[in-house]
Each structure stands twice: as structure tokens, then as C-alpha cells.
């Protein structure tokens, strides 16, 4: 049977990521995100809602994310949903938790100097773009000062 697991999530952080190492030297980063909604009602009235997800993220992007990374900055995260679960050692209840195992990343804001999507030490945090679905956010040259543009000439 076929399967598909991919979610891709823009939101805040809510804390600060927590890095940290196993023995054989292996960086986890737990993040929290809060990912906002707001609609209006049939009144008009304005509605919001706040939907909180754990993710976790391994290796060199957890090293990245855990140095750049502060609570309130945007990001936006690809990866994958993971259940876990577990016996609760107090009650002896079964529980469980959703979670996104991280894949790539990409900030979203300056954070300084940096580009969308790299850090300071040139690590690119997603693959480079394929020809055939160009980036929405590609930057355009500087325009000729040789050609006057009217207003008309702006594409929006």
C-alpha cells in the first residue's frame, strides 16, 4: 500500500532550540513552534488559534538551527510526522505524542547579515533549487538606469 509522510510547517519558535549530544557525538535540537491561524465568522468576528508541534531535528542542521535559532524567529520546516509513545512511569498509562522529524529548514527573516536559508558559515540549510520549479523568492538584477520605468512597467 502506499504511503506519503511530509508536512511543511512556517511558524514562531516558542523556546529557545535545546541542543544536545549522544555519546557517539550526534546533535539532536528539540524546537517548539506555534503556528497561527486566524479566519472571520459568519458575524465578521475575527477568530485566531495557536496549534503548538514538537520537532526534532539531527545532526549538522541541528548544530545550525541550535546556533542561529532564537525563541520568536520564523522558520519554516519540511519533514515528517513520527508518533511516539510510551508508558508514563507514574501511572503506568500508555501515552503517545506527534511529532515532525525535521528534514530541511529555511529562516525567515535576516537574523543580520545572512540570506534566506544560509548561515553565516555558508551551510545551506535546503537543497539547491531544480531548474524546473524556480524559488518564489529569486532575486531579480539591479534595474538598467540607461531604461527610465514608468509606473506601468511594475509587474503587480
Known amino acids: 500500500m502506499p504511503s506519503y509522510n511530509k508536512v511543511i ?10 541542543l544536545r549530544y549522544t555519546p557517539s557525538g550526534r546533535a539532536i535540537a528539540k524546537l517548539g513552534l506555534a503556528l497561527n491561524r486566524s479566519w472571520k465568522t459568519e458575524t465578521g468576528e475575527t477568530r485566531e488559534e495557536v496549534t503548538f508541534v514538537d520537532v526534532d531535528a539531527f545532526g549538522r542542521q541541528a548544530e545550525v538551527l541550535g546556533q542561529y ?9 519540511e519533514g515528517r510526522l513520527k508518533l511516539d509513545q510510551w508508558d508514563d512511569k507514574q501511572t503506568g498509562q500508555k501515552r503517545s505524542r506527534m511529532g515532525v522529524v525535521l528534514e530541511s529548514f529555511q529562516f525567515l527573516d ?5 540570506s534566506e536559508g544560509e548561515s553565516s558559515d555558508g551551510y545551506s540549510s535546503a537543497p539547491p533549487p531544480s531548474n524546473q520549479n524556480p ?5 531579480r538584477p539591479a534595474p538598467d538606469d540607461s531604461m527610465p520605468m514608468d509606473d506601468d512597467d ?3
Open 135 to 139: 524559488a518564489p523568492h529569486t532575486q
Open 69 to 77: 535559532l532564537r525563541k520568536g524567529r520564523p522558520v519554516m520546516v
Open 110 to 114: 535576516s537574523g543580520g547579515n545572512r
Open 154 to 156: 511594475v509587474p503587480f
Open 9 to 18: 510547517l512556517i511558524g514562531n519558535l516558542t523556546r529557545d532550540p535545546e
